[in-house]
């Protein structure tokens, strides 16, 4: 049989993310007995072995690996069939809105830029409500992924537009941010060398996929958390030019001078046939 349910997703998803069968049954609000009956009868309707189970715990076979790819992708757009079905038939109910798009940006990133997009569809006759949805360093994909968001402003390379349709809309150079005070703060320019392991200024991390990547910098989840370590002058960062806008005065910006550059697209989902999204596009590019 070559059909799956998305219940029969969540269950292998939740024990595959959690390699514990308890651990997933707690996070589905399920009992575990039932859970691992569930996985038993995925893997004999699929005539393969997903789990590896033995005394030290469970792991992933290949196959495993696979379906867990693909079931998030598949739960992704499951959700967001729904979500933008919500939003599509939002007029239809008490207090509706008619032609209403959520745009996901990363807060503070290109503020000019976002700026003269909406009020230039602002102008447009037929243009629908904006909703601007702030979201976290390279949470845009997970939001366009889920339908959470039915546009995004992304940046190469730190964002990935596999899978979108995307319109390149600007691109600028990076800049390291740093602790007035510092030493590297007074100079004209630096390399990604000079930032890269700087004693007592380490890096600040973000989160990526839910988890922060290895290293000493401190763990950072939005910008005015950002803002306040640097200015302590207990971490830098490394952001596009555009980022200027929104330093303090305890903050030096220095150009980075072998640092790739920063793209900025708008992407979207490419099965979406939206007229109201169309005509947001259309604008984009015209800037």
């Not at 700026?115 to 602002?122: C, E, P, S, T």
């Not at 979201?135 to 537009?161: F, I, K, W």
């Not at 971490?235 to 793209?263: G, I, K, N, Q």
């Amino acid at each position: 049989m070559d059909t799956l349910e998305t219940r029969e997703l969540r269950y292998f998803t939740a024990v595959a993310e959690e390699l514990h069968f308890g651990r997933a049954a707690d996070r589905l609000g399920i009992a575990q007995p039932p859970l691992s009956r569930a996985i038993q009868q995925l893997e004999r309707r699929l005539g393969v072995r997903l789990l590896e189970r033995n005394r030290r715990g469970v792991s992933l076979t290949g196959a495993g690996e696979v379906l867990l790819h693909e079931g998030r992708a598949a739960l992704d757009a499951t959700a967001a069939a729904a979500r933008r079905t919500r939003r599509a038939g939002g007029a239809d109910s008490p207090g509706g809105v008619r032609n209403r798009l959520v745009l996901s940006v990363k807060a503070a990133a290109f503020h000019g830029l976002l700026q003269k997009l909406l009020d230039a569809y602002a102008a447009e006759p037929d243009a629908a409500e904006i909703e601007v949805l702030p979201s976290g360093t390279c949470e845009q994909e997970e939001m366009l992924r889920d339908g959470r968001a039915d546009v995004a402003l992304m940046h190469a390379p730190y964002n990935s537009l596999a899978g979108f349709d995307s319109e390149e809309l600007a691109t600028e150079g990076q800049i390291a941010i740093l602790p007035t005070g510092h030493p590297l703060a007074a100079h004209r320019t630096l390399s990604l060398a000079d930032v890269s392991d700087v004693p007592g200024l380490p890096l600040a991390r973000w989160p990526r996929h839910g988890a922060y990547p290895p290293g000493p910098g401190p763990e950072v989840r939005d910008q005015t958390q950002l803002a306040q370590l640097i200015a302590l002058g207990r971490t830098m960062a490394v952001f596009p030019d555009s980022a200027r806008a929104w330093l303090w005065a305890e903050h030096t910006a220095v150009p980075l001078t072998d640092a790739p550059p920063v793209v900025t697209h708008i992407a979207w989902p490419a099965h979406s046939r939206s007229l109201a999204l169309a005509g947001l596009i259309r604008t984009a590019t015209r800037l």
